[in-house]
C-alpha cells in the first residue's frame, strides 16, 4: 500500500491512456505543484458524490488510476495545463482529508490472468469489433482516421483502449475499470462495441436516408 494524492473528477482514466488537465482550483495547484517537485504520482478518481470544483472535496469511486505527469504548461495567473498518462488501477483504503485536497492510502489492483489462454481468445474476438467501430466513426466523420495497425497487440492494453474510446455513460466506464479478471473485461467490451456498431450503424442510415430524402425534395 502506499500514499497517493487523489484529483476527482467526472470521467474516468484507464492505464495507458492520455489525459489533459486544466489545472485553476488553488488546492489542485498546490498538489500538482508537489507532484512536479518530488515527480510523485496522482490518481484520478471518478465523482460519486459532490462537484468537480468550487465545492467541498467530492466522494470519489473506491477504484480508480495513477497518473504520471508528462507534460506541464505554466500560465500567468497560475494556472497550468497538464498532460498525464494513466499508469496503474488501484483500490482506496482509506482517504485523509487533512490537506486541501484529498489523499488515499491505496493499493494496486493487478489483474490475476492477463495472459491465460481464455484472455488471449476474447483478445481475438473483441478486436475486429473495436476496428469496425472505429472504421464507421472514421466514415461518420472527416476528422477521424483509423489504421488498425495501430491496435496494441497486448490484451489488456486493447481492453483498456477500447474502454477508453468508446462513447458510454461514465459510470460504465468505471465498472469496467474496477473489472478485476481481464478475460471478463474484454468479454464486456466486445458486447458493448456489437451494441455500440449497430447503434451507429442504424444512425449512419438513418442519416444517409434522410439526405436522399432532401436531395428529392430539393431538386423537385
Known amino acids: 500500500m502506499y500514499r497517493l494524492p487523489l484529483f476527482p473528477l467526472k470521467t474516468v482514466l484507464f492505464p495507458n491512456m492520455p489525459i489533459t488537465l486544466h489545472i485553476f482550483e488553488p488546492r489542485y495547484r498546490l498538489m500538482i505543484a508537489q507532484c512536479l517537485r518530488t515527480d510523485q504520482l496522482f490518481g484520478v478518481v471518478l465523482i460519486r458524490e459532490?462537484?468537480?470544483a468550487l465545492g467541498p472535496l467530492a466522494e470519489?469511486?473506491?477504484v480508480g488510476c495513477s497518473a504520471a505527469?508528462?507534460?506541464?504548461?505554466?500560465?500567468?495567473n497560475g494556472h497550468m495545463n497538464i498532460v498525464a498518462v494513466g499508469r496503474e488501477r488501484f483500490r482506496i483504503?482509506?482517504?485523509s482529508r487533512e490537506l486541501p485536497y484529498l489523499v488515499g492510502t491505496v493499493e494496486p489492483l493487478a489483474p490475476s490472468d492477463a495472459q491465460a489462454p481464455a484472455v488471449i481468445q476474447a483478445?481475438?474476438?473483441?478486436?475486429?469489433w473495436v476496428e469496425r467501430y472505429l472504421a464507421v466513426l472514421a466514415r461518420a466523420s472527416e476528422s477521424v482516421t483509423f489504421h488498425p495497425a495501430s491496435l496494441p497487440e497486448d490484451p489488456l492494453a486493447l481492453g483498456y483502449l477500447a474502454a477508453s474510446l468508446v462513447q458510454i455513460p461514465v459510470e460504465e466506464k468505471q465498472s469496467l475499470l474496477a473489472t478485476s479478471e481481464t478475460a471478463r473485461l474484454l468479454a464486456?467490451?466486445?458486447?458493448i462495441y456489437r451494441r455500440e456498431v449497430a447503434l451507429l450503424d442504424a444512425i449512419l442510415e438513418r442519416d444517409r436516408a434522410l439526405a436522399q430524402v432532401h436531395r428529392f425534395f430539393s431538386t423537385n
Request: proline share 11%.
Open 188 to 191: 464486456e467490451m466486445r458486447a
Open 123 to 128: 483478445s481475438r474476438q473483441l478486436r475486429p
Open 60 to 62: 470519489p469511486y473506491p
Open 69 to 76: 505527469i508528462t507534460d506541464v504548461e505554466h500560465l500567468e
Open 93 to 95: 483504503v482509506s482517504l
Open 50 to 52: 459532490g462537484r468537480e
